[in-house]
Nanobody, 124 residues
Framework: QLQLVESGGDLVQPGGSLRLSCAVS????????IGWFRQPPGKEREEVSC????????WYAGSATGRFTISRDNAKNMVYLQLNSLKSEDTGVYYC?????????????????WGQGTQVTVSY
C-alpha cells in the first residue's frame, strides 16, 4: 500500500523560504505522478503544483509560479517543494498526493493517495 509522509513545514516570516519533503513508500515512485496541495485555514483544499512520473513535466498554480519549485528523486523515493518569497496567504496545511500512471490535470479529485500533511505558517 502506497504511503506518503510530508515534512518540512514550519513557522516562517514573510519573504522567507521552506523546503517541503514527501517520502513515498510501498511502491516504486516512478509509477506515480505527484502533486502538492494545500488547505488554507477555513478554506477548501487547493492545488499548488504537480509533477509527472519522470519529472519532465510540471504544472504550477498561478499563486505558485515563480516562487515555488517542485522536484523529485525517484531513486530516493522523494518529492520536494521549494517555497520561496513566502506570503501570509501561503499559510496552510500542505499535502502531497499520488496518482498512478496518469499525467493529467493537477486537481484534488484526481489524486488517490494522500499524506497527513505538514503545517506551513507564514507570519511575523
Amino acid at each position: 500500500q502506497l504511503q506518503l509522509v510530508e515534512s518540512g513545514g514550519d513557522l516562517v516570516q514573510p519573504g522567507g523560504s521552506l523546503r517541503l519533503s514527501c517520502a513515498v513508500s510501498g511502491s516504486t515512485l516512478d509509477s506515480y505522478a505527484i502533486g502538492w496541495f494545500r488547505q488554507p485555514p477555513g478554506k477548501e483544499r487547493e492545488e499548488v503544483s504537480c509533477i509527472d512520473m519522470s519529472g519532465a513535466h510540471t504544472w504550477y498554480a498561478g499563486s505558485a509560479t515563480g516562487r515555488f519549485t517542485i522536484s523529485r528523486d525517484n531513486a530516493k523515493n522523494m518529492v520536494y517543494l521549494q517555497l520561496n518569497s513566502l506570503k501570509s496567504e501561503d499559510t496552510g496545511v500542505y499535502y502531497c498526493a499520488a496518482r498512478q500512471r496518469i499525467w493529467g490535470m493537477c486537481i484534488v479529485p484526481l489524486y488517490d493517495h494522500w499524506g497527513q500533511g505538514t503545517q506551513v505558517t507564514v507570519s511575523y
